[in-house]
């Protein structure tokens, strides 16, 4: 195992209630991960990064306080600066107890998860140098409330009208040539064609190419975010495969901005980045500027009804005269 990953696990281990050492767990979460990014910029083929799964935890086969909560402290009498450096909190209702399950306690329970949340549309898939990767694997590792745990037809509507509900699936090539490449797209797109029965069609666009299962009655794309979007006829989810040959899964999810979607299912196991375990334990999403993306605050509000809310370690509300409203804000700071 990567060394600094090691050392990442043994804290954590040794987590204590304290919020100077959850700091360092997290620090060194970020630590390991841009090491790993700048080796994958500049020195593609250093020695470390022929492992395809460096700086990721196989998530079911670790020890299970890595997937416990470990809940923030909430003083009362110390609420000002706590909210200083924290946006978009949690109600108490959507705060987990220290203890309680961060995800889903095995693979298996992640397998019925994911069956339900794709309607099978994967089920033939050959997933060899393919990861699906993101939301769509955060839905299902979620902890789901217990009233519905269990339960198929419980399960699949909240994963179909709940916080999920607009989710779609994003597939991630690598490893692969430019002409497999192309010919793993081909064979993607026939997989959830055959595993459908409804009409499929594929629409490329700059970045992706996405697989819409089913026309809807006004099938017309609609705009999100300045880009044009498609969707797939209920229940069934646009399935997306993202124009770019990576190395390796770890150089995917590593790349991702927000710290709580990095996770990945290979078709056998989920692997998941420190900086996510950190997250999903935590139900906190650390800004980092470094990451910063046109879509990054919104995809980091989108994450907040999902369970995270957001940690600005540098906020410093006092500087901003509440009289102020809109951009001048920024020039007011």
């Known amino acids: 195992m990567y060394a600094p990953l090691a050392s990442f696990i043994e804290q954590l281990a040794t987590l204590s209630s304290g919020d100077e050492s959850l700091k360092a767990c997290r620090d060194l979460s970020h630590q390991i991960e841009n090491t790993l990014r700048e080796l994958y910029a500049r020195d593609p083929t250093h020695q470390l990064l022929t492992d395809p799964t460096v700086g990721l935890i196989d998530l079911f086969s670790a020890q299970p306080y890595l997937r416990t909560i470990h809940a923030r402290r909430i003083c009362p009498s110390n609420l000002g ?7 978009l909190p949690l109600s108490r209702y959507a705060r987990r107890k220290d203890g309680e399950p961060a995800t889903v306690t095995n693979l298996r329970t992640f397998l019925q998860n994911w069956e339900i949340f794709t309607e099978r549309t994967l089920v033939s898939l050959d997933w060899s140098n393919v990861i699906a990767a993101g939301g769509s694997v955060g839905a299902c590792i979620t902890p789901l409330p217990t009233e519905i745990d269990g339960d198929v037809e419980k399960t699949r509507h909240y994963l179909q009208h709940g916080v999920f509900a607009n989710s779609d699936v994003d597939l ?7 002409p497999e490449a192309e010919a793993k797209v081909i064979a993607v797109a026939k997989a959830v064609r055959d595993a459908t029965p409804v009409k499929t069609i594929c629409v490329r666009t700059r970045h992706a190419i996405s697989i819409i299962c089913g026309l809807p009655v006004a099938y017309l794309p609609y705009e999100l975010n300045n880009v044009l979007r498609y969707s797939a006829e209920h229940p069934y989810r646009t399935v997306q495969i993202v124009l770019r040959i990576y190395s390796s899964p770890a ?15 290979d078709g056998e196991k989920v692997l998941i980045t420190p900086r996510a375990i950190v997250a999903i334990k935590t139900q906190i999403n650390k800004v980092d500027m470094s990451r910063r993306s046109p879509s990054y605050e919104y995809r980091l509000a989108k994450y907040h009804p999902r369970g995270f809310e957001v940690l600005v370690e540098d906020l410093c509300r006092h500087k901003v005269n509440p009289e102020v409203r809109g951009l001048i804000q920024l020039i007011d700071v």
């Open 81 to 87: 600066e706590i909210s200083d450096q924290y946006i």
């Open 172 to 178: 991630f090539i690598w490893g692969l040539t430019v």
């Open 251 to 265: 150089e995917v999810i590593l790349s991702f901005d927000v710290d709580s979607a990095g996770v990945a299912f």
